[in-house]
């Protein structure tokens, strides 16, 4: 039965209606083949048990409705297939730019102009709408809500996704202190600190008192700290004897370079009780906070982490991080991180699940057009003044999109040359754009008497393409 099936496909695709797209089909033939080759593939597990007692009525059941194919069926499937496949070609000439454009931003007109999309547990806003898709056209390099979702190397452990999230998510010293308040004693003055140990192992954090000490005193490489916390040295920080959970912050004693009278005790108090909350003690700076995610999964429970901030490079090197399956709504970090052909994909994700998110759907060739426009030249550059500039190099075809006068002035200074043989540059000289029928320069020599020159050697219906 399977071998009749395949016989009958094979047939069909050796004639030459099929036969004449090759080898560029050869993706659209092996898709046919799989196709019904999962069929068969089911009917074999479906009648893997037929014997004598098997009617052919109970078969019919069997496999009526999930891979039941008639030569007929199997014969009109091949030709609604080749008749898709024919009217999905784009013939020469044909005006796919304006065509894509159209096909994108007419759709966009449907939806709202600022929206969030509630993307996880704990109300974690994701910017969609006309703004989000501004952002990925325009390729801004700092994006409203940027979001990077990270999937668990073990995801079915809630416990072991709070531990990694402690280690992602940026934690301060305040959110981990019972309390931080000065002390005034006849000796010294310093700020005293008391850590939270029941909320620090509530939340998994691996932290002590000494490793905040450690933080204090060297802070978090790329975050900037304030001039109080850099002038502290080993001895202005010590944790308490016989405690694990009290620290003691001394003032440096601050001098003046021309030698006047240092600053008043009271103000440098001050600024060291305002910078200690903000020390960062465990996670990533950029991270400003991470959401763990509940999904079902075949019928189980399963966790990843929704992370709003930046810094894919450092979450993806995280431990209990599945750096593979870890992506980020930012282009641009994506290219920064992964390279020009990942943010070439994800300007194409990106905009289909904005799209998806208002129920509209889009030719993935249109999408994929756009992607390539906006990293052809290696690097990611936005639908905007800026970017133009660096895409194209036809003096016109930049005067016609923004400063005009500035683009023409400057072509002009330094003697610059139009081959005028795009769209825009046609339209502005008055030439046949060349588009369709205006793609091909045609020639033809008709009904002359036979002589020695050139044209009547080649042959009387002489093309010249251009």
């Known amino acids: 039965m399977g071998k009749d099936m395949l016989d009958l496909v094979e047939a069909a695709l050796a004639q030459p209606d099929y036969q004449k797209h090759l080898p560029v089909g050869i993706v659209f033939f092996n898709e046919i083949r799989d196709y019904f ?24 059941q069997r496999t009526w409705n999930s891979c039941r194919l008639s030569e007929s069926q199997v014969k009109k499937m091949m030709e609604i297939a080749l008749k898709k496949y024919d009217n999905a070609l784009v013939p020469p000439g044909e005006a796919i730019g304006p065509i894509g454009a159209q096909s994108i931003s007419e759709p966009g007109t449907q939806m709202t102009l600022k929206t969030f999309h509630f993307a996880g547990v704990s109300s974690m806003n994701v910017t969609l709408g006309v703004p989000r898709l ?26 072991g996704a709070r531990v990694v999230k402690a280690v992602i998510e940026k934690t301060t010293l305040g959110q981990v202190s019972s309390y931080i308040k000065e002390v005034y004693a006849p000796s010294k003055c310093y700020v005293s600190v008391d850590l939270d140990l029941k909320a620090i192992d509530q939340l998994k954090l691996s932290i002590d008192a000494y490793s905040i000490r450690r933080s ?31 620290l003691r912050i001394y003032i440096p004693e601050a001098t003046d370079k021309a030698g006047s009278k240092p600053p008043p005790v009271y103000f440098a108090m001050q600024a060291l009780k305002i910078a200690l909350p903000q020390v960062i003690v465990q996670g990533i700076p950029t991270v400003n906070r991470a959401v763990i995610n509940e999904e079902d999964k075949d019928g189980e429970a399963s966790y990843h982490l929704l992370i709003e901030g930046c810094g894919l490079a450092e979450v993806m090197g995280s431990p209990g991080i599945d750096g593979l399956r870890t992506t980020t709504n930012h282009v641009i970090e994506v290219e920064q991180t992964l390279g020009v052909e990942a943010a ?51 003096v016109l075809m930049l005067a016609s999109f923004e400063k005009t006068t500035d683009h023409l002035f400057d072509a002009a200074a330094h003697g610059r040359a139009d081959a005028i043989v795009g769209v825009s540059e046609c339209i502005i000289m008055g030439i046949p754009i060349p588009l369709g029928t205006g793609i091909f320069k045609l020639l033809k020599k008709a009904n002359a008497p036979m002589n020695n020159n050139i044209s009547d050697e080649i042959g009387e219906g002489l093309l010249l393409l251009r």
């Open 344 to 394: 070439r994909a994800q300007i194409s994700s990106e905009i289909s699940y904005i799209m998806n998110a208002y129920g509209i759907g889009i030719d993935c060739r249109h999408l994929l057009l756009l992607s390539d426009v906006m990293t052809f030249k290696g690097e990611v550059l936005g639908i905007t003044r800026f970017g133009v500039s660096k895409m194209r190099e036809s």
């Open 134 to 159: 501004k952002e990925i056209i325009n390729a801004s390099k700092k994006i409203s809500t940027p979001i990077i979702t990270a999937q668990l190397v073990q995801d079915d452990n809630k416990i």
């Open 37 to 60: 080759k999962g069929l068969i593939q089911k009917q074999e597990e479906l009648l893997a048990d037929v014997d004598e007692n098997t009617t052919e009525e109970m078969i019919d």
């Open 216 to 246: 204090i005193l060297k802070g978090v490489v790329g975050h900037t700290r304030p001039a109080i916390l850099r002038s502290l040295k080993d001895c202005h920080v010590k944790v308490k004897r016989g405690s694990k959970s009290k």
